[in-house]
């Protein structure tokens, strides 16, 4: 039976601010470079007032990968909480513009907090290096959550970055136990070696109990099975689920299902801004997934929307990704 | 006397909201291509649910003027009005970031109209075609003009989009009437054919008293001298004006000084979109004219800024200005 949705996310829903900058910025300002922090209200109007000009456009990890799978014509759904002002409104039109639905889940009225927002800075080698300050995304909780939505998925997304929020771990539970009642399936991805860090036990746990498919890079699944030995972590990664994707930056992506393993190599480009990388790779491979297409071409489909995405500025895809894939023979 | 700003902008503040559409679009929602067309808050709203994924940038004709000359390290400010919102916070950010000055001018609390924002549609011959809802930046009015920063300029840029404000007319005039008082000059831009339909009389008068030098393209300048010869337009110009800059579009632009006529070939680049052609164009000049440069080479100086704000998306410049005059060998 068809279920309505190919994949519904959960993820913190927010804005890119997208800048310019060299590396001494990054020094200068205390940011880290190429991982996600996050940062408080103030810290962000202080970084803000530092950077370039900027470019606005919608973000959010699990989002963006949503967008993609919009693009793709996938029936798709994400949830994720949004304040009821300007930036909020940017964020739910431009899901809904590309073909998603989205029912708002705004912050009560009256709060301090604003729609989330991510400072990404860009260098000239194209990595992206995040400040985040989560705003009401933060507080997503299990009542935001709607169990019927999730026994209406095929499979759920589940955004690693959502762990830092005080009633996540509660709605992620609530999101999983109605998508797998009604017979979906839980992926989800480590999103940041830093935040595995701050949530091991409750990733490891999801991991062992939940997740049936696991979307991570090299920095990550190391991060998430405390070793060096990348080939390791693959190992204890495929022990826990019963397909893990781990990409590779430009070595491409490896897939395993119990004994098999694929590595896809990556689609070379010119990185102008490697925001979203990750996230439309998860969105293309889901859309192969639920689309019925075997793991190595929807690994083939993942590493050229990847590329597309790195290849210009902003996290969502610009190029129409169908007929890239059809460009290569994938459709 | 070097005077603390070679250039004070005045103009309709805003920020772009760019998408990309087909021709159908524009015409299955009455958006008459290549023109700015003023809506009203519903319009907005109605049009903005039906436009793709859109990418926010701060825009404003003159603000990317000033934008332009900023980031060619010219002294220089920008008058305009926006909200105490999201929008008036990022367009306020963008132009000082790039180095200008911008004391906000905010509309009074409580008030509903917020920022204005320009709906741009962007069809795939990377024409532009604005739908603008003016906001709290049609609100300027002569209190907002501080006397003794227009005395501080050398030049004022006057941005003719504004003429549609209720109290724009005693605006210009308390700025134009310190500027010169000070000794300072004057620049306008016409803006566009069909405002300047609706404010002929104000542009005429204005034309003949109190500007120096006139930026306008062809369509604008027939329509300002209601005919269709394009150099009888020219001629007329020059006998208001010292100084006219026209452009042309691909075949470039023609300045006129009294009996002195220059031809400036356009620099070939593809259209991404067209989005401050002119508005960079008018930066560049002015920027060339306040350091320094001849006529012929603030003409050169003026098609390369267009050239380089039409290669991608945004009305803002993103390569390094300076440099691409050094590398032409203006600088």
Redesign the interface.
Known sequence: MTKRFQVVGIGNAMVDVLSHCDDDFLVTNSVEKGIMQLIDMDRAVDL??R????????GGSAANTI?GIAQLKGRTAYVGKVKD???GA?FA??LR??GAVYETVLAPKGSDA?TGRCIVLVTPDGERSMNTYLGWSEYLGPNDIDAAMMAEAEWIFLEGYRFDGPESHAAFAKAIAATRGAGGRVSITLSDPFCIERHREAFAKMLREDVDLLFANRAEIKSMYQTEDFDAALSAAAADVAVVVCTDSENGAYIIQGGDRWHIPAVPTTVVDATGAGDLFAGAFLWGLTTGYELETCGRMACLAASEVISHI?A?PEADLAALFRQHGLL
Do not use: M, N, T
Not at 51 to 58: A, F, N, T
């Open positions: 803000y007032s950077v370039g000009p900027s470019k606005e456009i919608s967008a002002d300007q930036l940017i039109h431009d513009a590309q604003e902003g969502r």
